[in-house]
């Protein structure tokens, strides 16, 4: 068996031990080739950084092609309708739309989710943090997770989307549910579990807007109702995909960007001790966090011309690309010495945020949530530790940590 032969049959995302640590294999594929076939899922895998960077922005590519082809024309199969409420949940989320609606809709949502408006909400992001985190350290022993960074990020977003504090319960409850869906693979149980998820997010973000539009609070659901701009305005079904997509994906973002990163850093003391002596500042440690242990590890595009050539590999239309983006954040053509965690290194030029017309919308909210947490947590507690190694998730696309205890 070849080099490359040996890296793709140990490619097992549905492998305990594989998705413990990915990265050897990964490290495997990168080295034996730019470009592979992963013949259980039909499509074609993306290893190295400058491939996957500019696959990003190949306009050639989209994240569908129903707005240029029908299922049959690209010889594939029907969404199954058994999960119509996952798909509804999906039809105008702006991860899945391709100009013009994505342009025309991340215009609006843009119009809302300015700089300033992430700026102002810093005093709130504060205030939130310094409360759950001074609960934690009460405690003495507490999770990373259940006790802190998820009911902080989804208290975060909720203030801004208007959502009230009482239903973040439900909230984070559908999220976890709905994101399995992008997994590589999905047992139909899972399908089932997610398909009710959507539909009950569905009918409550459809309440919550008919709430905004009778008293308005100038929060982000109740602008994105009264927004217009020459004229155009987000239908109520645009509204409800834009509100979950920015939940889920801003919540599973900061979750697993905290759980990974706040891991790697108790496994290397001395890159922890670099941010608790005020060596290395907090928002410069956000960069490594996000590269070193990717939260979101592919992310696919579709090819929506004939001879498209992408890594020296010619693909033709309806072929699908799927890009490894923890193989390419350890591309050693790109970062020096990428395998060693450096939580100095501050290189903001990493795809944790994808890029070209996806380029995550809350980037700048994600990069100041994570700041301040970790500004917040070695202020409190310089001397960290570890309780137990935890264990992973069993996903692959969306890695993070069932749990991450730790004594203060």
Avoid at 107 to 115: A, D, E, I, M, Q
Wanted: charge should be negative.
């Amino acid at each position: 068996m070849s080099g490359l032969s040996e890296a793709i049959a140990r490619f097992r995302p549905d492998d305990p031990e594989f998705l413990d640590d990915p990265y050897p294999v990964l490290s495997a594929l990168r080295e034996a080739t730019p470009v592979f076939r992963n013949e259980v899922t039909g499509q074609w895998m993306l290893t190295r950084f400058s491939d996957v960077h500019e696959t990003l922005r190949d306009r050639r590519l989209g994240r569908s092609y129903s707005h240029l082809y029908s299922h049959e024309e690209l010889g594939r199969e029907e969404p199954d309708q058994r999960w119509a409420s996952f798909l509804q949940h999906e039809r105008w989320s702006l991860l899945c739309l391709e100009p013009p609606d994505h342009t025309r809709i991340r215009r609006l949502v843009s119009k809302v989710f300015t700089p300033r408006a992430v700026a102002e909400l810093r005093p709130t992001i504060e205030g939130l943090a310094n409360a759950l985190l001074d609960e934690c350290v009460e405690r003495g022993r507490f999770d990373i997770l259940s006790d802190y960074a998820q009911p902080y990020s989804v208290a975060v977003i909720c203030s801004m989307l208007g959502v009230p504090r009482s239903d973040t319960r439900a909230l984070l409850d559908w999220s976890h549910a709905i994101v399995k869906m992008y997994e590589l693979s999905t047992p139909d149980e899972v399908c089932r579990a997610a398909d009710r998820a959507a539909a009950e997010y569905i009918a409550y973000t459809k309440d919550l807007i008919a709430e905004k539009r009778r008293s308005p609070d100038g929060l982000l659901v109740s602008e994105l109702v009264a927004v217009e701009d020459e004229g155009d305005v987000l239908t109520e079904d645009e509204i409800v995909s834009t509100t979950m997509v920015l939940l889920e994906a801003g919540h599973e973002a900061t979750v697993n960007t905290l759980g990974n990163g706040i891991h790697a850093l108790l496994r290397h003391p001395h890159e922890w001790n670099r941010l608790a002596v005020g060596e290395v500042d907090s928002r410069t440690a956000v960069e490594e966090m996000l590269r070193w242990d990717a939260p979101l590890q592919l992310f696919e595009r579709w090819i929506l011309e004939d001879e498209v050539e992408i890594a020296g590999q010619m693909m033709t239309k309806g072929d699908e690309v799927a890009m490894l983006f923890g193989s390419a954040q350890r591309d050693p053509r790109r970062f020096a010495d990428p395998d060693r965690f450096d939580i100095g290194r501050g290189d903001q030029a990493h795809i944790g945020f994808g890029g070209g017309v996806h380029f995550c919308v809350g980037a700048p909210l994600a990069r100041q949530e994570i700041a301040v947490s970790m500004a917040g947590l070695v202020k409190r507690c310089p001397g960290l530790s570890l309780v137990d190694e935890p264990r992973r998730l069993p996903n692959f696309v969306i890695r993070g940590l069932e749990s991450l205890k730790v004594e203060a």
